[in-house]
């Protein structure tokens, strides 16, 4: 098993940044891609970014170009820095983990979620 735990949301405004922080425990060592997901209120639950071992990422378009995910192998942490930030992506965002090949779907873990809010 897997524990997932995100920290870093909050409110923000417009064209601000913020940077969340998502640390794994248990059994760390069978990791093999990290993502982010979000979920607006009223939508489903959509894909952000991941980022496989030993290296390439992925990102929604949405998202491409403003958003970095990053990851820490060592603190076994997986970071989502986000920038120029827009109302529409106010959601609770989601860390996941898998063991497999995944992308952007299938991820076996799910953190709880953090908020984040993008005032206008």
């Known amino acids: 098993q897997v524990q997932l735990v995100e920290s870093g949301g909050g409110l923000v405004e417009a064209g601000g940044s913020l940077r969340l922080s998502c640390v794994a425990s248990g059994r760390t060592f069978s990791i093999y891609t990290m993502g982010w997901f979000r979920q607006a209120p009223g939508k489903e639950r959509e894909f952000v970014a991941a980022i496989m071992w030993p290296g390439g990422a992925d990102y929604a378009d949405s998202v491409k170009g403003r958003f970095t995910i990053s990851r820490d192998n060592a603190k076994n942490t997986v970071y989502l820095q986000m920038n120029s930030l827009k109302p529409e992506d106010t959601a609770v965002y989601y860390c996941?983990?898998?063991?497999?090949?995944?992308?952007?779907?299938?991820?076996?873990?799910w953190g709880q979620g953090t908020q984040v809010t993008v005032s206008s």
């Open positions: 996941a983990a898998d063991p497999g090949r995944v992308v952007r779907s299938g991820y076996a873990y």
